[in-house]
Nanobody
Framework: QVHLVESGGGLVQPGGSLRLSCATS????????MGWYRQVPGKQRELVAS?????????ADSVKGRFTISADNVMNVITVHLEMNSLKPEDTAVYYC????????????WGQGTQVTVSS
């Protein structure tokens, strides 16, 4: 079982920046999507940003122009980053990393979640 280990959350003032990272515990193959989701209490988890087939990126309208998703691949150990700029209080949430793919059977791995709080 591959584990995704997240880091980089915390408290930041409005207008500030944070960088989230998510590393796989071992090599991983045949990835289809890598993404970051976020969730606030009482609401559904929403997709914030994703990389599809290692090439194209997609962003929620609410974060376009402010967030950037990227990934590093070192011998198929993957680290997915989310650079968050111009943060707003409404960006406050628990952020989750996700990797989906197929290796015979489909797989769908999630990180443990990291809290991002934007407040003065």
């Amino acid at each position: 079982q591959v584990h995704l280990v997240e880091s980089g959350g915390g408290l930041v003032q409005p207008g500030g920046s944070l960088r989230l990272s998510c590393a796989t515990s071992e090599s991983i193959f045949n990835i289809y999507t890598m993404g970051w989701y976020r969730q606030v209490p009482g609401k559904q988890r929403e997709l914030v940003a994703s990389i599809i087939s290692g090439e194209s990126t997609s962003y929620a309208d609410s974060v376009k122009g402010r967030f950037t998703i990227s990934a590093d691949n070192v011998m198929n150990v993957i680290t997915v980053h989310l650079e968050m700029n111009s943060l707003k209080p409404e960006d406050t949430a628990v952020y989750y990393c996700n990797i989906k793919g197929t290796l015979g059977l489909p797989y769908d791995y999630w990180g443990q979640g990291t809290q991002v709080t934007v407040s003065s």
